[in-house]
């Protein structure tokens, strides 16, 4: 691999690796930087500082003001996508001729550029985004947020179809593979890159059970609700919620009850602490796209581990959870599971599957071979 060099084109500054979507491009980079590969990293900005770190792990990083005009929102192309637009990140891809990682469908803008027609694109799939959108809509209570997921839905739709320009897919999750492959050639999977090396469970027993997630995003923000009225409402269990931003309907809701905690805006550190202590990661969710992160966090360094179908279907993680899907069945098997010590047996079994199937290593091989 010497002198193999790789453009990656991110959609947000990739550092600090603290949502979903950050994490898996930053390990990824990593992963790539570890092989010997040259990365010349592309980042849109809209928020979050330069970071040093990357330097060290890339030849070379460029940031590019992320075009957060609001009459794009008018666009026929996804406000995702058109956003995230720039000729002076065109000038610096055709400096030379090294293949390209688009990461999401959110920097594909360029994708069908007939500049880059010689070049070896791949397409980063994270999720079916229109289908997250959708669901995004059926989640939001604002009713000019839900018009905007709507119509960015509809556009998603219609401008995925720039994948047909990559020479090769790379789909996060088993299902979004296979729904890939029915509309392109050369769909690959490649599972999330993540902060994980060794599955470290502690023994013994937590006195508490957590949920953590990106509670600004609606999905999360319904999840977290459906726990505190529908099942921790029923059982005097401490919970906690920990994540970004909640809601006041969140925080109203967790306000009723004396043994449930919201721990809002900590650091990855401390959530990291949380998923190690718990005696149960609780983590259902009511939109089954791409792979979540924060259930792979839970299976390499969490004790028992909940989940809901949607959460694990088609994963290769099912064996991993106990899959509970409504409410009382979950409040049942959180009694039950809350005063067992952990079963240390349950540990060989996680690093057989998760070593095998969701590793880095394998995932970074499978990478480089596209490119």
Do not use: W
């Amino acid at each position: 691999m010497q002198n193999k060099h790789l453009h990656i084109i991110s959609f947000d500054v990739p550092y600090p690796a603290n949502y979903g979507g950050v994490i898996d491009v930053f390990y990824k980079i990593k992963a790539l930087h570890g092989k010997g590969v040259k990365i010349h990293l592309h980042c849109f900005e809209y928020g979050r500082a330069e970071a040093r770190v990357l330097e060290g792990l890339c030849e070379r990083v460029y940031y590019y003001k992320r075009k957060m005009n609001k009459t794009y929102l008018f666009n026929s192309l996804p406000f995702v996508a058109i956003t995230r637009s720039s000729e002076k990140l065109m000038e610096n891809l055709l400096r030379d001729n090294h293949p390209i990682l688009f990461e999401g469908l959110h920097c594909c803008f360029h994708l069908n550029d007939e500049r880059l027609k010689s070049r070896i694109k791949i397409a980063r799939s994270h999720n079916i985004e229109h289908e997250y959108y959708y669901n995004l809509e059926s989640v939001e209570k604002s009713f000019f947020k839900k018009m905007y997921f709507k119509m960015e839905a509809k556009k998603l739709e219609r401008f995925e179809n720039v994948y047909q320009h990559a020479n090769h897919i790379a789909a996060i999750s088993a299902a979004d593979t296979n729904q890939l492959a029915e509309r392109y050639k050369n769909v690959h999977h490649i599972t999330a890159f993540h902060a994980n090396e060794d599955v470290r469970i502690m023994e013994g027993k937590g006195a508490f059970c957590l949920y953590h997630g990106n509670l600004e995003v609606g999905e999360n923000n319904e999840a977290a609700l459906f726990l505190v009225n529908e099942v921790f409402s029923k059982i005097k269990i401490p919970l906690v919620i920990a994540g970004k931003n909640p809601s006041s309907e969140l925080k109203e809701a967790v306000s009723k009850y004396s043994y449930i905690t919201l721990k809002a805006n900590i650091n990855t550190q401390e959530i990291d602490d949380l998923i190690k202590n718990a005696q149960i990661n609780v983590l259902p969710t009511f939109q089954a796209t791409g792979i979540k992160l924060k259930l792979l966090a839970a299976l390499y360094n969490g004790r028992y581990c909940i989940v809901n179908t949607p959460m694990v279907s088609n994963t290769g993680l099912e064996s991993l959870c106990s899959i509970k899907d409504n409410a009382a069945e979950m409040a049942a098997e959180i009694e039950t599971l809350f005063n067992q010590d952990f079963d240390m047996n349950e540990k060989a079994k996680r690093e057989s599957v998760l070593n095998k199937n969701f590793s880095n290593t394998v995932g970074v091989e499978k990478l480089m071979e596209l490119f």
